[in-house]
Every structure is written in C-alpha cells, then in structure tokens.
C-alpha cells in the first residue's frame, strides 16, 4: 500500500498563474479530504469528496480554487490567479467509510506551494 | 460551530518521562470522535490514537494513551516512556459526523536523549 500520493511536493509559481495540485488516495478508501496549513492560520479544512461526489466545500475560498473529483483514483485542487496569501502546504488524505462514518483519515506528503 | 484549542505550544521531556498533552473543544453534536495526529518535521501526519464520544473508557494504543473528561470537553494526550523519535508536532482534531477534521494549533514536543 503506497498512502496518499500527492505531486507536485513543491510549486512556485509567479502571482495571477494558475497551480494545479493532485492527490492520489489510498486504494479502496471512500473519502477524500483536502486541508491547507499555514503558520498564521493553522490546519484548515477545505473541501471533501465521498464516492467521487463533493460533499462539502465550506472552507474554499470563494473565489479561484476549485476542486475535481473525476475518478476514484484522483482529485485535484486548482488555483486560478494565484496570490501570495495562497502559499501553503495543501494537504490530501483519504479514510475508508464506516457505514457513515469515518475512520482515521491518511494523510499524504502534502504540497507546498509558494507563490512569488 | 466547531473550535479544538490546545493551550500549550511546546513542550519538552526527558528521555523515558511521561508527556501529557492537553485539548480542549467545543461541538453541539452528540456524536464525534477525537483524534490525535503527529506532524513529522517532514511534515508527513502520522495518525496515533482516537476517541469516540459514546466510549467512556479511554483509549490506549501502544504507549499512547488518551484521559477523556467529556463532561469538560477535554482529552489529554498521554505517552509514556518518551523517546527522541516522539519528538514534533502534535495535533488534536475534532471529526464531525460528516467526517472533516477541526485541528488544534498543536504543541510541539521535544524529547531530549
């Protein structure tokens, strides 16, 4: 079992580029999390997917980040224009589903993204 | 709505001594689960150990154990016999029935040999 694979593990892009970040969950695992971490702020929740289907996105930013989840295998995190206060490390994790609940989510490596 | 604090933001033990950490939280739901996480300085989180609402015994896992007061809405963190690899961040999450986690801030532990 290989974990959460995220990539890239770091991206710099300049200010107003779009970022794109990836996260592979653990196979069999239902649900897939996204979290943001910075020193100011902490561990913050972002958006979550079960069974592919977004389920909760009440911690993205309104505006330019968006979240996919196509197929079981991967989701994705995209940032439109991004700003220097989007620098952080985005965080992916996955649980297996409990009939409805949740069992301790896998976090991946995370991926820092600095933005110039 | 859901707050998890963990009031100290380091703390440091001796080699074999005994940590505490301590969480608090705030959640109107009746059910939840209390997690503890450690953040490598790599930044990889490593899950240690959890505690659901409904259990009135703590929970142990290894040398890491958890004292539950829920009546206070607190949980501390215990782990015996500290070694220098326990040393880094250490988080407390609330999981809501939907399954996010609220975090704490952390404390960060240091362990010297």
């Known amino acids: 079992n290989a974990g959460v694979i995220q990539t890239p593990r770091h991206k710099v892009t300049g200010k107003g580029q779009e970022a794109t970040l990836w996260c592979e969950p653990i196979?069999?695992?239902?649900?897939v999390f996204w979290y943001r971490q910075t020193i100011v702020q902490g561990l913050e929740f972002l958006t979550y997917?079960?069974?592919?289907?977004?389920?909760?996105d009440s911690g993205m930013p309104k505006e330019r980040f968006s979240a996919q989840m196509p197929n079981q295998s991967h989701s994705t995190l995209k940032i439109q224009s991004t700003q220097p206060q989007d620098s952080a490390v985005y965080l992916c994790?996955?649980?297996?589903?409990?009939?409805?609940?949740?069992?301790?989510?896998?976090f991946g490596p995370g991926t820092r993204l600095t933005v110039l | 709505a859901q707050r998890v604090t963990q009031v100290q933001p380091t703390g440091s033990s001796q080699w074999g001594e005994e940590v505490t950490l301590d969480c608090s939280y705030e959640t109107s739901e009746y059910f939840y689960r209390i997690f503890w996480y450690r953040q490598l300085f790599s930044g990889e989180m490593v899950f240690l150990i959890y505690q659901p609402s409904f259990d009135t015994q703590n929970q142990r896992s290894g040398r890491y154990s958890v004292v539950f007061q829920k009546s206070f809405k607190s949980i501390s963190l215990v782990i015996s016999a500290s070694q220098p690899e326990d040393s880094g961040t250490y988080f407390c999450?609330?999981?809501?029935?939907?399954?996010?986690?609220?975090f704490g801030e952390g404390t960060q532990v240091t362990v010297i040999s």
């Open positions: 196979s069999g695992h239902s649900a």
């Open positions: 997917f079960r069974n592919q289907a977004p389920i909760d």
């Open positions: 999450a609330l999981s809501e029935p939907s399954g996010k986690l609220t």
């Open positions: 994790a996955s649980s297996s589903d409990w009939g409805g609940s949740y069992a301790e989510q896998f």
